[in-house]
């Protein structure tokens, strides 16, 4: 069976840090092209940033770039995101997903087989 398990969701002060983790069981990260997204109240989940070990690539949409980083640790079949300089508008449930086969990256959330269960996120002071 497949798992993909967030954690390390919080509430945090607008400027503060977050490291969330996706650890992963049943499948290999290596296989697939991770993505984290997330989904704010009201709104449409988006893709926030994605790795891909096929490509050796990472992708960072505009508002994000330069404050948040995806990384990952093989031996834990764990992928990170460290989020620094967190703002109000950054307030979401995370998900982590993979897609064995996709398009190009960061694959679309049809692309993806499997999620998390979503970890929620709060800035505010």
């Known amino acids: 069976e497949v798992q993909l398990v967030e954690s390390g969701g919080g509430l945090v002060q607008p400027g503060g840090s977050l490291r969330l983790s996706c650890a992963a069981s049943?499948?290999?990260?290596?296989?697939?092209?991770i993505t984290w997204f997330r989904q704010a109240p009201g709104k449409e989940r988006e893709g926030v940033t994605c790795l891909g070990s096929r490509e050796g690539a990472t992708y960072y949409r505009d508002s994000v770039k330069g404050r948040f980083t995806i990384s990952s640790d093989k031996g834990k079949n764990t992928v990170y995101l460290q989020m620094n300089s967190l703002k109000p508008e950054d307030t979401a449930v995370y998900y982590c997903a993979a897609a064995s086969s996709y398009v190009r990256l960061c694959p679309k959330k049809a692309e993806n087989d499997f999620w998390g269960q979503g970890t929620q996120v709060t800035v505010s002071s």
């Open positions: 049943g499948l290999t990260i290596d296989d697939y092209a």
